[in-house]
Each structure stands twice: as C-alpha cells, then as structure tokens.
C-alpha cells in the first residue's frame, strides 16, 4: 500500500500533466531557448571526450556513437529552435515536454553507458576526462532542465549513481572524491532545482493571475457591463481605426448614432431594474440587426451607435436606418412589464459629410438632435443644410454670451381667448430678441441654442420678470401663460429660481399659468414632475404645450398635476378639410374634458377652423385669427375689447 502510493508520487513527480496549462506554456517557453544549449553543450564535450580517445577505443566507441549522438541532438536543436517563435496549444506543450522528459532519460542511460564503456581504453588521465565528462555534463544538463523539474532529477540520477557507484569502487582515491564530491554537489543542485521550480511555478502563477486581472481590467474598461457592447471609450477606439481604414483603402464609413424616446419614462414608471433589462434588449435587437460591417456599441443612458464600414449609398443607410427604427418601435416583452418605446438615429457619413473622426461622430449627433425635433422615430442624415445651421447656431450662441440681455430681450403677448365668449382670459408671453449685429432673431432659433449651451436659465429668468411686472398692470381676471425650456425644469435649481421670481414679482399665482413641453418630460421625467409639483404647490396652473407631437400617454399625463393642455397647431391648421386632424382635436378634447382639463386650441387662422371647434365645443383658443402677439404698449388698447371676433378678422385679413 504505501510502496503503491510512493510509486504514484514519483510517477507524478517525473511525469508532466496538464494539470497547470499556463505553468506547461511557460516552460515550453522558456526550453525552446534553452533546450538547444543544453544539446549543444552536451556535444562539445561528448566530441572533447570522444576525440581523446580516437587512437585507443574502437571506432564505433570513439566515432560512431558519438556521430550518432551528434545527429539525434542536431535533430532535437532543430526541433526547438524551430518552434520558438510558436505559441503552442496545451496539448502540443505537453507533448514537447513529455518528450525532453523521454529523451533525458534515453541519454543519460546512453551517455553513462558510453562514457562508462570507453573506461577501459583510457590511461589514467583519459579515465579523469571520463569523470570530468561525467560530472560536468551531468551538472551542466541539471541546469538546462531547471525549469522541467522532473527531467532534472531524472538525468542527476541516471547519469550520477552509476558515475558515482564506479568511480567510488575504483579503488583510486582521487576518483573516489571526485565521486563523492560529484554526488553532494548534485545532491545540493537538486535541492536548488526543487526550490527553484517552486519559484519558477510561482512565478507563472503570479504572472497568470496578474493576466486575468488585466484581462478583466481590459474587458470592463471596454465593454458596458449591461448590454456587453463595447462602450463609449471603445467606440471612439473602433471608430478611429476604422477611419484610417477605410481612408487607406477609399471606403465609405457611416457612424450613426441612436437616442431611444420614451426611455426615461419607462426607467421612472417601473424603475431601474426594468429599465436595465429594457436596454439590454435593446442592445441585442440592435446586434441582432447588424451585419458583419456593423458594429453596435452603447454609449451610456439610452444613447447607442453604430460604426458602419464600407456602407452603400445614402438611401441604403437611411433604409438601414429605418429598418433599426421600426424595430424598435415593436413592443419590448419584460419580466414585469411589456413596453413600448422608439428610436431615432442620425447618420453622418466620411468622406462626403465628414473629414475626421470628431467631426463624423459630431454630425451624426446634430442630425439626430435636430431630426428628432421634428419627427422622432426616424433617420436622419446629416446634409449640407445643417453645416448652415451650425454656424448660425454658433453666430448666435456667440451674440448671446455677448449680449445684454437685460436691453436686447422683450416680450410679446398673444391673447388666448374664449371661444364662447370671445374674451380674453389670458396671454401667453413669447419672447423677442433684438441684437445690435444679428438683428431680429426669433425665438424658435435662440431658445434652443440658449438650452444647449446651458444659458436659458439667465434668459426665463430676464423674460418672466418682465412678463410679470407687465401682467401686474392687468385686470385680475387677465391671466398669464409663460414658457419654460426643458432646462428651467430639469436643473436641480431651475424650478427654486422660478419660484423665487414669481414671489417676488407680487403678482397671484393663480393667474399664472406656466407651459411645460413634453420633451422635458422625456428629458428626466422624475426631476421634471418634482418641479412640477414645487410650481403647482405655489397655485401656478400647469399647461402642456404642443400636446399630441409627441408621444405622451395618458398614463404619463395623469402621473403629472397638470390644470391644461395646449393643442398643437398642427392639428387645427386644416381642421376644417382634414378628417385625421378633425378626429384627432375632438379626441382630445373629449380626452381633456374627462380629465378635468382646461383645453387651449393653437393657431387658429381662420374663421372655418374657429366654427369647427364651437362645433366640437372648444372652450379657449389662440391664433391670428384672433390676434398676433402683441407688444405691452398695444395691449391697454387691446383688453377693452373683451369681444375680439370683429377686430380679429381684420387682422388676418391685414395679415395676409
Ligand atoms: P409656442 O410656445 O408653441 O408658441 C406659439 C408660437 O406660435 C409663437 O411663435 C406664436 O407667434 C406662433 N403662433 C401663434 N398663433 C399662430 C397662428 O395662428 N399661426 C401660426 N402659424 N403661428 C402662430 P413664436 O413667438 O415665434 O415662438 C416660437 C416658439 O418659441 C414657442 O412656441 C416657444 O416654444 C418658444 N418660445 C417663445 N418664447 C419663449 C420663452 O419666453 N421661453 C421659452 N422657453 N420658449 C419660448
Ligand atoms: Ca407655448
Ligand atoms: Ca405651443
């Protein structure tokens, strides 16, 4: 029993097993090296030995063997020197080294057989270069094995006990201590190779172990833990690589990049977690749509991208585009929830639209923003149009940062009427911009260029103090409906600065209503609705603006404190001939008049489009059929005229 576990000890000792992949790669590694020298040591002294003995042993001791050996340890030099430069599977490693493992033992047994065998023709000196041939090649080869430990011990013991049992019953004393010194010298370089093979394995060890950690390092430095697409660092990695490339061979790169509407909403309604798995369903679809030129990486939130090497015409991106779009407008099967959501995507291509990486990636981000402005859900490609827009918007970023506001920012006033009655129940405030060096700039142009580069805040600010301090001067029953941009609800500080300005200003809050758009509801909905609430608080009414161009649902509607909604002039523009557009008004003001909502129609023009809605019984509305904004001068002209039909129709007549 213990002689049979004692035998699978040393079986596991001198054999190699595939137990420590890593640690067999490493010493494959280090043997192509060092294996070649240690057969080249082994026949600079086999032939240093062999050539002594020419004239007194037989040609096949002192000619052939050596020869012989020469040609098995040429073939084994080739051998490894040929796969030094190969990474060599497991399998082949182990393979190598079971190898050197076979061939120390088969020359050891055959240089101790040999060295041994030429004993008897030598005169003494030759017998001392027999001993010194032992010792030396038998030390000199337990070093070049060092890393195979097994190996090592293998040829210290073949070559060694004989050498050392023959040369101690020599009866020669000098012998009988090169015998004994040999034997403690080997002895003592066995131990250096134990603990050095230990060192050697802990090394590989270490050096594994510190690859993983990189390796994981790399892996998570790379790629979005969520969806496993490579992330944002990753994608500006991929996307200049493949912008050389496709330079160096003339091809055409497309980068898109994808923005998912109603994200935010479902993340707050059925928080995180839903959200995570919503994204990562999203991440796959995406893969699942590319193809081998595509590749799909997040870049945080709800924001992906696309990096399209050698992508076909503008109409095969824009396709491509939409095909992406109408996929993810299908609904999303969650755990807990089934969603709907969409996408949009804008695409900017090199060379045509693009010159450099920055500007590729920059591009398609404008035409997805500015696409999304007016029709979300689709593909848009950036154009020739748009470097126009970005200078002007640039122009006019310019001349805000410049400007003084407090002079150049008026405001004017546009009545919102009853429909019934026809007086005026309040005004909406809009502002006006009057710069020295761009002149008129309207507000559809200068808001948003104010909210991108974060300067709105200061200009509701500029804009609602004087709305107030004019709307003071009012009738009690004359209200007030003011703008806010997505930023004055969605800053931390936004809506606490409003509330400061309206208390201030001494005026009711009740007369006061302020106009939210559902954009900033899709921006942060929890952040919006929380001030939201802090306004409402205050007594101030709440009007959603532009109601219907987006994509609010009723669930979203009644989760707000909303006192109104404003219908988009969109849908009144043609209210009169237009079925879809009939259908739609009346479904919303049925909707809000369920709601408890009060309803204001916009852009009512004409004198058919104001007899449909008293038909549908429409309760307020605004438009140039009533009156354009006007400034605060006209409007104490203005108010007396609580019944405003008559000087109204004149006006559009004067309008048009
Ligand atoms: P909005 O809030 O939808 O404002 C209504 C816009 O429609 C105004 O354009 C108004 O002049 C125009 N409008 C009114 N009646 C009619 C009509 O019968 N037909 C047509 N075709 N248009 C009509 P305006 O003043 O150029 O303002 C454009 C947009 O700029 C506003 O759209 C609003 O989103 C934004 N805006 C204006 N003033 C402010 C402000 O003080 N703060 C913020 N955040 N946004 C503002
Ligand atoms: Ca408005
Ligand atoms: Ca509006």
């Known amino acids: 029993m213990l002689l049979k576990s004692l035998l699978v000890r040393v079986r596991r000792f001198i054999s190699v097993t595939d137990e420590n992949p890593e640690l067999l790669k490493a010493q494959f590694e280090v043997f192509s090296s060092q294996v070649p020298l240690m057969y080249a040591i082994m026949l600079i002294s086999a032939w240093a030995l ?13 000619i052939y063997v050596p020869v012989f050996f020469t040609l098995v340890c040429c073939i084994r ?16 490693a182990r393979k190598a080294l079971t190898r050197t493992n076979l061939f120390a033992l088969l020359i050891g047994v055959a240089i101790t057989a040999w060295s041994l065998s030429l004993y008897p023709y030598g005169d003494p000196y030759m017998r001392g270069n027999i001993a010194f041939f032992m010792a030396i090649t038998g030390v000199g080869v337990i070093i070049c094995l060092l890393q195979l430990r097994s190996a090592a011990f293998m040829v210290a013991i073949i070559i060694n006990i004989p050498f050392v049992l023959y040369f101690s019953f020599s009866g020669i004393p000098s012998f009988i201590g090169m015998a004994i010194n040999t034997f403690l010298v080997s002895g003592a370089l066995l131990m250096v190779v134990a603990v050095q093979f230990r060192h050697f394995a802990a090394a590989v060890d270490a050096r594994t172990r510190l690859e993983t950690v990189n390796e994981e390092n790399f892996r998570l430095a790379n790629h979005d833990s969520l969806t496993g697409l490579t992330n944002r660092r990753k994608f500006f990695y991929n996307l200049t690589e493949t912008f050389y490339d496709a330079r160096a061979k003339g091809q055409r790169l497309a980068v898109g990049i994808i923005d998912l509407d109603g994200f935010k909403p479902v993340n707050d309604l059925y928080g995180h977690v839903v959200g995570d798995s919503l994204l990562g369903d999203v991440g796959r679809l995406l893969v699942s749509l590319a193809d081998r030129n595509m590749l799909v990486s997040r870049l945080g939130g709800d924001e992906f991208a696309l990096i399209i090497r050698d992508c076909g015409s503008d109409s095969d991106l824009l396709a491509k585009g939409e095909q992406i779009c109408t996929a993810l407008r299908s609904p999303f099967v969650l755990a807990d929830a089934t969603v709907q959501i969409s996408g949009s995507i804008g695409f900017s291509t090199f060379p045509h639209l693009a010159d450099n990486v920055h500007e590729l990636y920059e591009r398609a981000d404008y035409a997805l923003y500015h696409g999304k402005r007016t029709n979300r859900g689709h593909a848009f490609l950036f154009s020739i149009d748009h470097v126009v827009e ?4 640039s122009r006019i970023e310019q001349a805000l940062r410049n400007a003084d506001l407090d002079r150049e920012l008026s405001v004017v006033y546009q009545p919102i009427v009853d429909i019934k009655t026809r007086k005026t129940r309040a005004f909406e405030a809009l502002a006006r911009w009057n710069n020295p060096v761009l002149g008129n700039v309207p507000p559809a142009l200068f808001i948003p260029v104010a909210e991108r580069a974060g300067l709105v805040g200061g200009l509701t600010r500029i804009i609602l103090e004087k709305a107030l301090v004019t709307a003071a001067s009012w009738p009690e029953d004359v209200g007030l409906s003011f703008n806010l941009s997505t930023q004055d609800i969605c800053s931390p500080d936004g809506a606490v600065r409003i509330v400061g300005t309206i208390m201030a200003s001494g005026i009711d809050p009740q007369r006061l209503d302020l106009e939210i758009t559902e954009t900033a509801m899709m921006y942060d909905f929890a952040r919006a609705k929380t001030a939201i609430e802090t306004l409402k608080t205050l007594g101030c009414g709440i009007a959603l603006d532009d109601f219907g161009t987006g994509y609010s649902s009723l669930s979203q509607l009644h989760a707000l404190p909303l006192t109104k909604i404003k219908i988009d002039r969109s849908f009144v523009s043609d209210i009169d001939k237009n079925p879809a557009s009939y259908k739609i008004v009346k479904s919303l003001l049925a909707l809000s008049r369920d709601m408890g909502l009060g309803c204001v129609v916009e852009g009512v023009e004409t004198r058919e489009e104001m007899d449909t809605l008293v038909s549908l019984g429409g309760q307020l509305a605004q438009g140039y059929y009533y009156s354009h904004a006007i400034s605060e001068a006209e409007i104490d002209a203005f108010l007396p005229n609580t019944v405003v039909a008559i000087s109204a129709e004149k006006r559009t007549v004067a309008a048009q």
């Open 390 to 393: 970005i200078e002007q918007s």
């Open 50 to 62: 062999a050539i002594t003995f020419i004239d007194s042993a037989p040609p096949l001791l002192a």
């Open 77 to 92: 030099i080739i051998g490894w020197l040929r796969s030094r430069h190969i990474v060599p599977t497991i399998e082949a």
